[in-house]
Protein backbone atom coordinates (compact mmCIF):
# COMPACT_ATOMS: atom_id res chain seq x y z
CA UNK A 1 0.00 0.00 0.00
CA UNK A 2 0.89 3.77 -0.50
CA UNK A 3 1.73 6.44 2.30
CA UNK A 4 -0.73 8.80 1.81
CA UNK A 5 -2.18 11.82 4.43
CA UNK A 6 -4.63 14.43 4.26
CA UNK A 7 -3.34 17.68 3.06
CA UNK A 8 -5.53 20.40 4.83
CA UNK A 9 -5.12 23.63 3.50
CA UNK A 10 -6.53 27.64 4.16
CA UNK A 11 -9.35 28.34 1.26
CA UNK A 12 -6.68 31.18 -0.35
CA UNK A 13 -4.44 28.22 -0.68
CA UNK A 14 -6.68 25.86 -2.30
CA UNK A 15 -8.08 28.20 -4.89
CA UNK A 16 -4.37 28.21 -6.04
CA UNK A 17 -4.13 24.76 -6.11
CA UNK A 18 -7.07 24.22 -7.93
CA UNK A 19 -5.91 27.03 -10.34
CA UNK A 20 -2.70 25.19 -11.13
CA UNK A 21 -4.23 21.84 -10.99
CA UNK A 22 -6.54 23.09 -14.17
CA UNK A 23 -3.52 25.09 -15.97
CA UNK A 24 -1.82 21.93 -15.68
CA UNK A 25 -4.04 20.09 -16.99
CA UNK A 26 -5.28 22.25 -20.09
CA UNK A 27 -1.62 22.89 -20.31
CA UNK A 28 -1.34 26.35 -20.64
CA UNK A 29 0.95 27.94 -17.72
CA UNK A 30 1.46 31.41 -17.13
CA UNK A 31 4.38 31.78 -15.54
CA UNK A 32 6.24 28.84 -14.46
CA UNK A 33 7.55 30.77 -10.84
CA UNK A 34 3.89 30.42 -9.73
CA UNK A 35 3.27 26.72 -11.08
CA UNK A 36 5.56 25.19 -8.38
CA UNK A 37 4.20 23.34 -4.98
CA UNK A 38 7.21 22.49 -2.23
CA UNK A 39 6.76 20.85 1.31
CA UNK A 40 10.24 21.18 3.43
CA UNK A 41 9.92 19.90 7.09
CA UNK A 42 12.49 20.68 9.92
CA UNK A 43 14.58 18.22 11.14
CA UNK A 44 11.80 17.27 13.83
CA UNK A 45 9.90 15.96 10.77
CA UNK A 46 6.90 17.48 12.65
CA UNK A 47 6.59 21.28 11.28
CA UNK A 48 8.00 22.38 8.20
CA UNK A 49 7.05 25.01 5.43
CA UNK A 50 4.33 24.44 2.51
CA UNK A 51 4.97 27.12 -0.49
CA UNK A 52 3.10 27.86 -3.50
CA UNK A 53 4.90 29.76 -6.17
CA UNK A 54 6.27 32.79 -4.12
CA UNK A 55 4.30 32.27 -0.96
CA UNK A 56 5.07 30.36 2.26
CA UNK A 57 3.08 28.90 4.97
CA UNK A 58 3.58 27.15 7.67
CA UNK A 59 3.00 23.36 8.00
CA UNK A 60 2.81 20.99 11.05
CA UNK A 61 2.40 17.03 10.64
CA UNK A 62 -0.50 16.21 13.08
CA UNK A 63 -1.72 12.74 14.07
CA UNK A 64 -5.23 12.08 13.49
CA UNK A 65 -7.70 10.52 16.19
CA UNK A 66 -8.65 7.90 13.88
CA UNK A 67 -7.18 6.15 11.19
CA UNK A 68 -9.19 6.86 7.39
CA UNK A 69 -9.05 4.55 4.74
CA UNK A 70 -7.72 5.07 0.86
CA UNK A 71 -9.88 3.81 -1.56
CA UNK A 72 -9.82 4.70 -5.92
CA UNK A 73 -11.39 2.82 -8.74
CA UNK A 74 -10.49 2.19 -12.52
CA UNK A 75 -13.79 1.17 -13.86
CA UNK A 76 -16.27 3.28 -11.31
CA UNK A 77 -17.32 -0.36 -9.87
CA UNK A 78 -14.66 -2.50 -8.01
CA UNK A 79 -13.48 0.09 -5.23
CA UNK A 80 -9.31 -0.68 -4.64
CA UNK A 81 -7.94 -0.10 -1.00
CA UNK A 82 -4.74 1.95 -1.55
CA UNK A 83 -3.52 3.28 1.94
CA UNK A 84 -4.93 3.40 5.84
CA UNK A 85 -4.62 7.62 6.50
CA UNK A 86 -3.45 8.43 10.39
CA UNK A 87 -1.85 11.54 9.88
CA UNK A 88 -2.70 15.29 8.38
CA UNK A 89 -0.16 17.88 6.87
CA UNK A 90 -2.03 21.28 8.60
CA UNK A 91 -0.77 24.21 6.50
CA UNK A 92 -1.44 27.40 8.14
CA UNK A 93 -1.41 31.19 7.48
CA UNK A 94 1.39 33.03 8.87
CA UNK A 95 -0.75 34.78 11.80
CA UNK A 96 -2.57 31.59 12.81
CA UNK A 97 -1.54 29.72 15.91
CA UNK A 98 0.31 27.31 15.98
CA UNK A 99 -1.03 23.29 16.74
CA UNK A 100 -0.95 21.91 20.20
CA UNK A 101 1.25 18.73 20.62
CA UNK A 102 1.76 16.41 17.97
CA UNK A 103 -1.43 14.43 18.25
CA UNK A 104 -4.91 16.38 16.58
CA UNK A 105 -7.58 15.98 18.94
CA UNK A 106 -10.66 16.54 16.15
CA UNK A 107 -11.31 14.17 13.27
CA UNK A 108 -12.16 15.12 9.85
CA UNK A 109 -15.31 15.95 9.72
CA UNK A 110 -17.78 17.86 11.95
CA UNK A 111 -19.08 14.49 13.83
CA UNK A 112 -15.61 13.87 15.24
CA UNK A 113 -15.28 17.21 16.78
CA UNK A 114 -13.60 16.46 19.65
CA UNK A 115 -13.27 13.16 18.80
CA UNK A 116 -9.96 12.15 21.16
CA UNK A 117 -12.33 13.06 24.37
CA UNK A 118 -15.43 11.84 23.52
CA UNK A 119 -14.60 8.64 22.34
CA UNK A 120 -12.04 6.97 23.60
CA UNK A 121 -10.83 6.26 27.20
CA UNK A 122 -8.61 7.60 29.26
CA UNK A 123 -5.34 4.92 29.91
CA UNK A 124 -5.51 4.43 33.38
CA UNK A 125 -3.61 5.53 35.99
CA UNK A 126 -1.07 2.68 37.33
CA UNK A 127 2.32 2.96 38.93
CA UNK A 128 5.11 1.49 37.50
CA UNK A 129 5.46 -0.68 40.89
CA UNK A 130 1.62 -2.17 40.51
CA UNK A 131 2.82 -3.50 37.07
CA UNK A 132 5.69 -5.19 38.25
CA UNK A 133 3.93 -6.51 41.14
CA UNK A 134 1.35 -7.89 39.09
CA UNK A 135 4.18 -9.40 36.40
CA UNK A 136 5.76 -11.16 39.43
CA UNK A 137 2.54 -12.33 40.83
CA UNK A 138 1.77 -13.78 37.15
CA UNK A 139 5.11 -15.71 36.57
CA UNK A 140 4.64 -17.17 40.30
CA UNK A 141 1.63 -18.77 38.92
CA UNK A 142 2.78 -19.96 35.69
CA UNK A 143 5.80 -21.92 37.76
CA UNK A 144 3.35 -23.72 39.77
CA UNK A 145 2.84 -21.23 43.10
CA UNK A 146 -0.43 -21.81 44.49
CA UNK A 147 -2.71 -19.14 44.22
CA UNK A 148 -3.87 -19.01 48.05
CA UNK A 149 -0.66 -17.86 49.30
CA UNK A 150 -0.77 -14.81 46.55
CA UNK A 151 -4.33 -14.10 47.92
CA UNK A 152 -2.95 -13.70 51.22
CA UNK A 153 -0.03 -12.04 50.56
CA UNK A 154 -2.37 -9.04 48.46
CA UNK A 155 -4.75 -9.02 51.32
CA UNK A 156 -2.32 -8.39 54.04
CA UNK A 157 -0.61 -5.61 51.78
CA UNK A 158 -3.73 -4.07 51.78
CA UNK A 159 -4.81 -4.31 55.34
CA UNK A 160 -1.67 -2.49 56.14
CA UNK A 161 -2.47 0.47 53.61
CA UNK A 162 -5.76 1.05 55.04
CA UNK A 163 -3.61 0.90 58.44
CA UNK A 164 -1.62 3.32 57.09
CA UNK A 165 -3.99 6.00 55.41
CA UNK A 166 -6.07 5.95 59.01
Not at 88 to 105: C, L, N, Q, T
Request: proline letters at 7%.
Amino acid sequence: MDEQFILRVPPSVAEQIERLMNESAAGSSSNPDDASLDLSFSEDGRSGTFMIGNQRFPASLLDLPTVVESYKTYDDSFLVKTADIGQMIMVREEDDPAPEGVEYKHGLTPPMRDARRRRFRREPDLSAELVHRVEKDLISIMQGVPVSILLVRVICQMHLRLQWNK
